[in-house]
């Protein structure tokens, strides 16, 4: 588990933008598989040279006019219980941090693993996340 200090920041940049932090597989559960509609979930982490892009390329692309319906995180060796069921409704796409899905009515449709975001600029990121909820999210 990573100090609270070193993670609550990252975390934060996530959760004061809108993002629902999820602690729990129940709470995981309830929010991928009983919305209808979009659900944005990102897979949070510590590596400066993925996730330091991953979070702001998620925020620029929630601000496009198509956007999923509900925003949410969890973070990878801090959310163990959530990460882990997240993962598995993530699945044939192995564990990766930071990854961002997008699920349409509890079925995943759109999938970024560390290795698309690893090297991108936030607004590479933001563009393929873009194109994804231009086709999901009307």
Do not use: W
């Amino acid at each position: 588990m990573y100090p609270a200090e070193l993670t609550l920041p990252m975390a934060k940049d996530l959760t004061d933008f809108g993002f629902e932090g999820l602690k729990s597989a129940n709470e995981v559960d309830e929010v991928i598989k009983n919305t209808e509609g979009t659900v944005l979930v990102v897979v949070n982490s510590v590596c400066g040279c993925a996730a330091a892009n991953a979070r702001p390329g998620a925020k620029m692309a929630v601000q496009n006019e198509n956007k999923p319906d509900k925003l949410a995180t969890v973070f990878a060796g801090v959310d163990f219980e959530a990460t882990d069921r997240a993962r598995s409704l993530m699945l044939p796409y192995p564990p990766s941090s930071p990854s961002i899905a997008l699920f349409k009515d509890g079925n995943l449709v759109h999938m970024l693993e560390r290795h698309h975001i690893e090297g991108r600029s936030a607004q590479m990121i933001a563009d393929n996340l873009i194109q994804a909820f231009d086709v999901h999210c009307k």
